[in-house]
């Protein structure tokens, strides 16, 4: 048997746990004497929340600094060992295909710039919520999300040595069109109040959707050889557990703290559901497509993470409080069987214009995606064999023109309709003389609640037409993007694939044998 | 079809590794109800509606002084509420 510890002594001198948060965390705060609370804390009731009693506010981590900054450097002593094994092994050799790298192309340009935004917001939260409890779990949570930024940025650095379409990621996440999809989601939450932004961010996406959008690409990580990868996605995870407590205390907290809070929650709920869910179809794709070895499908995860955890788990312990399941959710469990292969033949058709290849999928791909979606597979199965004859006779299919954008979500119209799943939706609202589009039902709804906000919205596609994109044609609007010959269009053929055939030819040394 | 709090599941995802075996193994012996599953590069435990991770059982099986705060350093995600999380021992529950 494994050896029993004498029951440690020295604890005895040692405050607990509470009393170390109590002490540390809690005491050091102050009630305001030069100037009125409201002065000091002038953010935090525009927005209409009712807040009684900031003490209120529950931490169960009960984190103070030294805790907090003691287990943080550990994480990045374990991350950094990984990484330097990894860039003196040439590990990008093991990778299962340089194809697998486009998933974290779109990851570093859509994501990471994300938490570095996180980190922003976090740090004005850290100062402007009025109680000492949600100022500390927000202080810690601005320095992980650095922390993240950072990370993902070292990590992926070493692919930059070897692979096309990881430069100049920050430069083309304020541009580029598919990139306005995760950079509009985030501005939306940061030009918010404090209060949605924490149902925003620290609710909606770090507790209700982050295993969609976080696991998929580390699972994805871990199967197709990207240690790095993997590593620096369970290090952030790590940290993500305490950014999901931070949002489920924080919505448990508004809703008991006044009954009138509830109605504004729930609208808040139903927004950014839906835009957190729109921006999921990136992963979804990445998940049933991108990855040349495939983890779990879209539809798979979908089931777990968010019908069996949230709808199954958290919603039924939120109706105590009086809320519903998000307003939408009936259309993102329809749309489970359609997400991903309607998102992957939008990129497919533009990723000539993007920063990232691709492809038509492997045959093995088309057989693992009938038998994962049997119900509506052939259908797009179809559309990838009339490609393939395209491809056969030289003609890859790119479109030579530019979509239209839904005006919140920004994804180009190629959703269908709940009761008729392969009619594109559309739908349009006139306000003050002018139309706007939306790809959804959800998307009008968040329109309709401010106009005054979305009509606002940097529509890449209107932006090129207006000529604020480099010019008029492909090559200039191309060259504002930052972006390189050899970044996006087809995978075959292209310099990342020319060269991973390349460095495994020379690895092999087959044609030694043969003299 | 709702399902009350005591009997929903909830459940931890762990990153996978030699340090973490000890974690995983104090959680099974004691959550009598736990299932195991194993995914690339990490476990997920889940039990009807409570999980209990013990320091006592950790030390016992790690051979060493163990606190509850490490846990930050094995968890990747969870689903259910943090109950409680104190020198002895990490509660998740759902609350209603
Ligand atoms: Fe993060
Ligand atoms: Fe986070
Ligand atoms: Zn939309």
């Given amino acids: 048997m494994t050896l029993t510890p004498d029951k440690p002594k020295a604890k005895a001198r040692k405050l607990s746990m509470k009393e170390r948060y109590s002490a540390l965390t809690r005491d050091l705060d102050w009630d305001p004497s030069y100037v009125p609370a409201d002065e000091m804390f002038p953010y935090t009731t525009f927005e209409g929340i009712k807040i009684h009693d900031w003490s209120k506010w529950e931490d169960p981590f009960r984190l103070t600094v030294d805790a907090y900054t003691k287990y943080q450097a550990e994480k990045d002593r374990r991350l950094y060992a990984v990484l330097d094994g990894f860039a003196q092994s040439q590990g990008h050799l093991s990778l299962t295909d340089a194809s697998y790298l486009n998933a974290m192309k779109l990851f570093l340009q859509g994501v990471s710039p994300l938490e570095y935004q996180a980190h922003r917001n976090f740090a004005y939260l850290s100062r402007h919520l009025n109680g000492p409890g949600p100022r500390f779990a927000s202080l810690c949570q601005s320095l992980d999300e650095i922390r993240h930024a950072q990370t993902e940025i070292h990590t992926l650095s070493n692919y930059n040595k070897y692979y096309s379409g990881f430069h100049s990621y920050l430069h083309m996440h304020d541009r580029v069109w598919y990139l306005s999809v995760p950079k509009s989601f985030f501005d939306d939450a940061l030009s918010a109040g404090p209060f949605e932004f924490l149902i925003a961010i620290g609710f909606s996406f770090e507790y209700l959707l982050t295993n969609l959008l976080f696991v998929p690409f580390m699972s994805g990580a871990s199967f197709n050889g990207d240690l790095p990868t993997m590593t620096f996605g369970f290090s952030a995870q790590s940290d993500e557990s305490r950014h999901m407590t931070l949002g489920l205390e924080a919505i448990k907290f508004l809703l008991e703290q006044d009954p009138d809070n509830v109605p504004i929650v729930q609208h808040w709920i139903d927004k950014w559901f839906w835009r957190g869910y729109?921006?999921?179809?990136?992963?979804?794709?990445?998940?049933?497509?991108?990855?040349?070895?495939?983890?779990?499908?879209?539809?798979?995860?979908?089931?777990?993470?968010?019908?069996?955890?949230?709808?199954?788990?958290?919603?039924?312990?939120?109706?105590?409080?009086?809320?519903?399941?998000?307003?939408?959710?009936?259309?993102?469990?329809?749309?489970?069987?359609?997400?991903?292969?309607?998102?992957?033949?939008?990129?497919?058709?533009?990723?000539?214009?993007?920063?990232?290849?691709?492809?038509?999928?492997?045959?093995?791909?088309?057989?693992?995606?009938?038998?994962?979606?049997?119900?509506?597979?052939?259908?797009?199965?179809?559309?990838?064999?009339?490609?393939?004859?395209?491809?056969?006779?030289?003609?890859?299919?790119?479109?030579?023109?530019?979509?239209?954008?839904?005006?919140?979500?920004?994804?180009?119209?190629?959703?269908?309709?709940?009761?008729?799943?392969?009619?594109?939706?559309?739908?349009?609202?006139?306000?003050?003389?002018?139309?706007?589009?939306?790809?959804?039902?959800?998307?009008?709804?968040?329109?309709?609640?401010?106009?005054?906000?979305?009509?606002?919205?940097?529509?890449?596609?209107?932006?090129?037409?207006?000529?604020?994109?480099?010019?008029?044609?492909?090559?200039?609007?191309?060259?504002?993007?930052?972006?390189?010959?050899?970044?996006?269009?087809?995978?075959?053929?292209?310099?990342?694939?020319?060269?991973?055939?390349?460095?495994?030819?020379?690895?092999?040394?087959?044609?030694?044998?043969?003299? | 079809m709702s399902v009350d709090a005591a009997s929903r599941p909830v459940g931890v995802d762990i990153q996978e590794s030699e340090q973490n075996r000890a974690v995983i193994e104090a959680i099974e012996a004691t959550n009598a109800d736990a299932t195991v599953n194993h995914m690339p590069g990490m476990v997920r435990v889940t039990a009807p509606g409570r999980l209990v991770v013990s320091r006592e059982a950790v030390e016992e099986r790690l051979g060493r002084e163990w606190e509850t705060h490490e846990f930050q350093l094995a968890i990747i995600s969870y689903f259910g509420h943090i109950k409680e999380w104190d020198d002895d021992e990490i509660v998740i529950a759902w609350d209603h």
């Fill in chain 1, 278 to 515: 729109r921006v999921t179809a990136l992963v979804a794709q990445m998940l049933d497509y991108m990855l040349p070895r495939k983890v779990m499908s879209w539809k798979e995860a979908f089931e777990l993470y968010f019908e069996q955890q949230m709808l199954g788990g958290l919603f039924q312990d939120l109706a105590y409080y009086g809320i519903k399941p998000p307003r939408d959710v009936g259309k993102a469990i329809q749309e489970k069987e359609h997400l991903s292969h309607q998102a992957y033949w939008i990129l497919y058709q533009f990723s000539h214009a993007a920063a990232f290849t691709t492809s038509v999928p492997s045959d093995e791909t088309l057989d693992w995606l009938e038998e994962q979606y049997p119900d509506t597979f052939p259908t797009y199965r179809a559309l990838w064999d009339k490609e393939k004859k395209n491809v056969a006779n030289g003609g890859r299919h790119f479109v030579r023109g530019l979509p239209q954008l839904c005006q919140v979500c920004q994804i180009p119209m190629g959703f269908t309709e709940a009761d008729s799943p392969f009619t594109i939706c559309q739908r349009s609202v006139v306000f003050e003389g002018e139309r706007y589009n939306f790809c959804s039902d959800g998307c009008q709804n968040i329109f309709e609640h401010e106009p005054v906000k979305f009509r606002q919205a940097w529509l890449p596609v209107h932006q090129i037409y207006q000529g604020n994109c480099g010019g008029a044609d492909l090559g200039d609007v191309m060259q504002w993007y930052g972006m390189q010959p050899g970044d996006g269009g087809e995978y075959l053929g292209s310099p990342d694939h020319q060269n991973w055939l390349r460095w495994h030819a020379q690895a092999d040394h087959s044609e030694l044998g043969e003299d």
